[in-house]
């Protein structure tokens, strides 16, 4: 029973993460774990079937429902999984998040597979969840970065999304961002602007700038956003003033939480945080189980 939600408040129209890459995370996450196979888990006799709950101890917003189903219909086609959330739903500490019903080895087996997935990506979740709402009633989006645990990225940005924040480019193909050492190598902003809008017309096009000539440069030579990176408050203000109308602007590097609605009010478009998906302080989930009689 997947999930597709938006926020804590509308749980609904979030892009489902495509299936073969929730397959993959899954296969690695339990060849890592199972390898051969869960010795312990076969102390138990084989037509032994079981009823867990799965419990959270603080408060959260829920996400990892694909990859946590996944988990289980890969071990056993026979476990069934009822939801009391959605992927993107705020849930209170002790509250009941799901029911697991099957074969009690394959419950055994994918416990910490299943609950992995759901601690990672409903505190990646939470953690966006804080920072959209820092936000709320003013122009500026909260987006991640690459950031991201090596090969959970799909995941992780996913779980940005079911926390009301939004993505930045998924990986160095989908969109061109212009960094220092690209303008380095290029010889100069405009260069290698020119460049982005010769290889790859159709791409969204951003610069990151350091300084506020270098915002002037940036927007002479066309970019469609403009990353201010460590910008100072008096020169994030001036930079709006300077881009308006013609580029989108982001803010980015030491940003936290505790500063996020000041950097909005200043009129910018988007703020990244790279502790969206690089800080993770996963929510505490506990399997409860419920041995059922032999059939």
Not at 41 to 68: D, H, K, M, N, Y
Not at 230 to 239: L, M, T
């Amino acid at each position: 029973m997947s999930c597709d939600s938006e926020s804590p408040d509308a749980a609904t129209d979030i892009p489902l993460p495509d299936s073969g890459q929730v397959e993959e995370d899954v296969r690695r996450a339990l060849a890592e774990d199972v390898g051969p196979g869960d010795v312990t888990a076969a102390l138990i006799p084989e037509a032994t079937r079981a009823r867990s709950t799965v419990i959270c101890r603080q408060a959260g917003i829920l996400c990892g429902v694909p990859w946590f189903e996944t988990v289980y219909a890969q071990l056993d086609p026979q476990v069934a999984v009822a939801w009391s959330f959605r992927d993107g739903e705020a849930f209170k500490p002790d509250d009941h998040v799901c029911v697991v019903e099957g074969p009690a080895r394959a419950l055994l087996t994918g416990e910490r597979s299943a609950l992995n997935f759901l601690q990672l990506l409903s505190g990646t979740a939470t953690f966006a969840s804080r920072c959209a709402q820092a936000v709320a009633g003013t122009r500026t989006k909260i987006l991640d970065t690459r950031k991201t645990l090596p090969g959970l990225r799909v995941a992780q940005k996913y779980a940005v999304r079911s926390g009301g924040c939004e993505n930045h480019r998924m990986g160095l193909f989908d969109a061109i961002l212009i960094k220092e050492n690209h303008i380095a190598a290029a010889g100069s902003i405009d260069a290698a602007v020119r460049a982005g809008r010769r290889t790859q017309p159709a791409l969204k096009l951003e610069v990151e700038v350091e300084t506020l000539d270098q915002l002037g440069e940036a927007l002479s030579a066309g970019a469609d956003i403009i990353m201010l990176d460590n910008f100072p408050s008096a020169d994030i203000r001036e930079a709006v003033s300077q881009a308006a109308g013609r580029a989108k602007l982001e803010v980015s590097g030491n940003v936290t939480p505790e500063v996020i609605r000041k950097l909005a009010d200043y009129g910018v478009d988007f703020i990244s945080l790279g502790a969206l998906t690089k800080d993770v302080h996963a929510i505490d989930f506990s399997m409860r189980f419920e041995p059922a009689a032999t059939g």
